[in-house]
């Protein structure tokens, strides 16, 4: 504790760079600290064993995180500035274990991920990329009308996650007249929408089963086999959670053999290289994540770990700690 104090009073503290903040933030960053770039070193082992001690700060995002392996080449560190509201991708365990504040960007992001969940679900369910695709590939011309679609009204949206981001997407579906029921793993007080104690159980009683809970070991393949058998021939499956949330190969089993009508991801495993068998698939509404990417949430998420940094290294309280 002597010597990083020592450091603070003597120089800029240096940080990592994982994933980069937006521009402006970056600049805030760069006239605060001295930032090390490991995400555009060519070398990146190199520049962690020459920087690696020094470090006392981590700028990432939950596309990278931070792994076991690179924290534990950061002896010094003292704080993970996360950019992103799930921080499924961070060692958590690790960071604890020493101590380490991680810190994430929830709520400023929350409206523009609901935005993004109800139009996938209003695209899958009414058709509206099939029928862009109809037009432009001249399938309206040649064969006629595109097949009918499904209705909305009435239906039933199954919120796995009913967290601040599930709570707004329920408020959207409700407007668009639909029922909301949600599962997690406790039952919220003073809630009016109706609860259900499993995965397989909110499947079994929803159209559209929506995922908006975190990632991680907890959740992994939390949709199974099981609960898109619930699901059933009539149900769709909307993701803006995680990949790995869903069992994906089961996933793809299930929309090639019709065994549910119809899945609109924001999420996969290993992005940008998803299973390319989606491609093929008409069923299917695929966006390359982003939930959150809007330039007014990004500037608010970048803000955020600016802010986060300067109030660890100015003694203060951290604005939104994990
Ligand atoms: P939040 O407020 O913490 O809500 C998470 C919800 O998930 C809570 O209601 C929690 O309820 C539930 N949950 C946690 N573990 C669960 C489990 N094992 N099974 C079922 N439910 C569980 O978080 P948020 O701000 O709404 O964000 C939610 C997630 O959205 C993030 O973690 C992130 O992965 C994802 N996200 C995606 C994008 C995108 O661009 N697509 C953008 C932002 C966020 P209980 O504690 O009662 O279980």
Known sequence: PNIRKEKSMATKPDILVVVPTRPKQMEMLESAYVLHRHDKA?????????????????????????????LARLPNLEIVACGSVGYDTVDIDGCKARDIPVTNTPDVLTNDVADVAMALTFDIVRGLTRGERWVREGLWRDKGMMPLTTTLTGKTMGIIGYGRIGKAIAQRAEAFEMNVAYHGRTKQDGVSHAYFGSPEALAQACDVLMLACPGGDETKGLVSREVLQALGP?????????????????????????????????VFENEPKIDETFFALENVVLQPHVGSGTEETRDAMSQLVVDNLAAHFAGKPLLTPV
């Open 234 to 266: 009539d149900g769709y499956v909307v993701n803006i959670a995680r990949g790995s949330v869903i069992d994906e190969p089961v996933l793809l089993e299930f929309l090639k053999e019709k065994k549910i009508k119809g899945a609109a991801l924001d």
């Open 42 to 70: 060519d070398d990146r082992d190199a520049l962690v064993k020459e920087v690696g001690e020094k470090i006392r700060g981590v700028v990432t995002m939950g596309s990278k995180g931070l792994s076991g392996d690179l």
